[in-house]
């Protein structure tokens, strides 16, 4: 049995996505054999999250009010990527093959979901007062993620702007995060109008 400090770290680490307890034991005791410096290192840096924030444009994470892309004035400003997560961006943003704007729904449309959580109105807003000219949608290529580009679509029509859909160099059931560097680089290469 471990002392209750442990048992109550190994529950908060359990309680992370893909945190099984054997893992969150591991992580615990790892932490355990670090120095002071590193655990006050480490502890700091935890509470720092709290102060990060959602972009106001585009609702990746940001520091301040706007995040790194929307501040860029080098990026293709008529373009926007629309992605289900901020861990997505990351993902496009290292394959080198994509240099316009961003948007993060919030997750996609569940079965009998009004997407009322998602930020669907602000990207509407978006294209309405930018001047957009294209829309890749980049949601993933699971049921849940093509529902929500084909309902993205027909939402984004009346604008009468280029819809694209990323190509199917990654496979059905895939997420964004995990897709190499050159999958997902072929995907928005050969992306398709929807």
Known sequence: ??????????????????????????????????????IREFAENLLEIKNMR?????????????????KDSKRDQKSICVVEEPLDIISIERTKAYNGLYHVLGGVLQVGDTGADLKINELLNRI??????????ATNPTTEGDA?????????????????????GLSTGADLEYADEITLSEALTNRKEL
């Open 128 to 137: 309405e007062k930018e001047n957009t000219s294209e829309v890749i949608l």
């Open 54 to 70: 959602f972009c106001k444009k585009c609702f990746n994470i940001a520091e301040d009010e706007f995040c790194q892309y929307c």
């Open 1 to 38: 049995m471990y002392p209750k400090a442990f048992q109550k770290l190994i529950k908060n680490f359990a309680s992370l996505p893909s945190v099984g307890p054997k893992m969150a034991e591991r992580l615990v005791l790892f932490l355990f054999k670090q120095d002071t410096e590193k």
């Open 148 to 168: 929500t580009a084909l309902y993205l679509k027909r939402k984004i029509q009346p604008f009468n702007i280029k819809v694209t859909r990323l190509g199917r």
